[in-house]
């Protein structure tokens, strides 16, 4: 039985999640289709950069991330935004989307009446769930990707099979597991994951490992957004 999103992931029990996004029917995500012969591999830049953006705005970490062909695979650690100030959580949504009015007027320093600032508090308070909300990261990204494609195939409709598969990771070793398995699934379809550099295995290499690139968590063996 189908289960609600809101039963799958639950921060109180893990901050840790795998999610897998897949494409609708045949449609290709990355790579050269046999059939008609057209390559998508310059998709692959363009969705690892997306990735990287969000994570930038969204207070989620990208432990790891594989793209493959047809569907990609990310491992997620969610962390809380109840410590972000006000401005800090307006600022960083309006990147991702359009503030209401009121909540820009707020950014902008102009004076506001106690019942306009009541408003901007509880949609500001909204705002903040979706900086670390999973659903919110995952429809960003998702819907870019979706509309790109289109655009280049020039055609309409779904691109998704469905909107993301998640699973949560209960501790460290699931969480390991789960890093290991993106990197040899990469090894054992493109020969070498050491030399294919859409996966987050390819960060961890010395010729990419530049100052501020990179940052890794020992205790919990996961690699946080500045991976990527």
């Known amino acids: 039985m189908t289960l609600a999103r809101k039963q799958l992931i639950s ?3 893990t901050p840790y999640y795998h999610i897998v996004t897949r494409c609708v029917r045949r449609a290709f995500l990355c790579g050269k289709d046999k059939y008609s012969g057209n390559c998508y591999e310059h998709r692959r830049k363009l969705i690892v950069d997306r990735i990287k953006h969000l994570a930038s705005l969204f207070n989620i970490d990208v432990c790891a991330y594989a793209v493959m062909s047809n569907h990609y695979h990310l491992v997620l650690k969610v962390n809380s935004t109840e410590h972000w100030d006000d401005k800090r959580v307006l600022i960083h949504w309006s990147s991702v989307c359009s503030l209401i009015p009121l909540c820009q007027q707020f950014l902008e320093g102009e004076h506001l009446s106690k019942a306009q600032l009541d408003m901007v508090y509880l949609q500001t308070d909204e705002y903040r769930k979706r900086l ?4 919110h990261f995952m429809q960003q990204l998702n819907q870019y990707i979706a509309r790109q494609a289109n655009i280049e195939d020039k055609v309409t409709g779904s691109f998704w099979e469905s909107r993301f598969k998640s699973q949560a990771l209960l501790d460290e070793r699931a969480l390991l597991t789960c ?6 699934q990469a090894l054992f379809l493109i020969n070498s994951s050491l030399s294919y550099p859409h996966t987050h295995r390819q960060r961890l290499l010395p010729r990419n490992n530049k100052k501020g690139f990179l940052a890794t968590n020992r205790s919990y063996g996961y690699v946080d957004k500045t991976c990527i």
């Open 11 to 13: 921060i109180e029990d």
């Open 179 to 184: 890093r290991y398995c993106l990197e040899y």
């Open 132 to 135: 670390m909300s999973i659903s």
